[in-house]
Structure formats: C-alpha cells, structure tokens
C-alpha cells in the first residue's frame, strides 16, 4: 500500500521560506512514468496545483507560483520538498502532496495517491 505523508511546520513568518517534505513508503520516487505533486487549498478556496517532480527529476511548475517555488527530491530517502519563499498571508492553506501518472490537475481521482495534508499558516 502507497502512503505519502507530508511533513514541515505548522506556522512560518512573513517573508520567509516555507519547506515542507513528502515521504513516499511503497513506492519508489524514480517508479516509471510516475510524477509527484504539490497541491494547496487556502481556506474558503479552491484547490491550487503548485508544481510537481517526475521520476526522471524533472520539475514543472504553476505559472503563478514559479518565481517563488521550488521541488526537490532526495531519492536516497524517497522524499520530495516543496519550498516557496517569500511567503505572505495568503500562503496560507492545507499542503497536500500526491502521486501517479498525472499531474498539473487538481482532481483527487486523477491521481493514484493523496496525501493527509498539513496546514501550513503564514503569521508573524
């Protein structure tokens, strides 16, 4: 059974750098034609696609949030981290990282795994 599980603090202050880690178990990160996402949904919103990384380490991004976000991945511990920098109020959200063959799309049944999400709010 795949499980992702989202990992990071809880609380980050304006204009510093939100990191939060996704820890894959049952599957390998570098699994073929796999691709693993970054989602959010700030409260009373939709949800928002951020980016994702491929199995082969590439990475592709949402125009409106490139300039701030970044994904990585350490294949050695089956994780991958969002980072987004300069964060502001309205970063606030639940994160959710999930995987399969899609990405870029924010439906839950067009990806094979979803994780719990953590809340993330941006307040000093």
């Known amino acids: 059974q795949v499980q992702l599980q989202e990992s990071g603090p809880g609380l980050v202050k304006p204009s510093q750098t939100l990191s939060l880690t996704c820890t894959i178990s049952?599957?390998?990160?570098?699994?073929?034609?796999?691709?693993w996402s970054w989602i959010r949904q700030p409260p009373g919103k939709e949800l928002e696609w951020m980016g994702a990384?491929?199995?082969?380490?590439?990475?592709y991004y949402s125009a409106s949030l490139k300039s701030r976000t970044s994904i990585s991945w350490d294949t050695v511990k089956n994780q991958f981290t969002l980072q987004v920098r300069s964060v502001i109020p309205e970063d606030t959200a639940v994160y959710v990282c999930?995987?399969?063959?899609?990405?870029?799309?924010?439906?839950?049944?067009?990806?094979?795994?979803w994780g719990q999400g953590t809340q993330v709010t941006v307040s000093s």
């Open positions: 049952g599957e390998s990160i570098t699994a073929s034609h796999h691709y």
């Open positions: 999930a995987g399969g063959p899609n990405y870029g799309t924010t439906h839950r049944n067009h990806y094979a795994y």
């Open positions: 990384m491929s199995y082969s380490g590439g990475t």
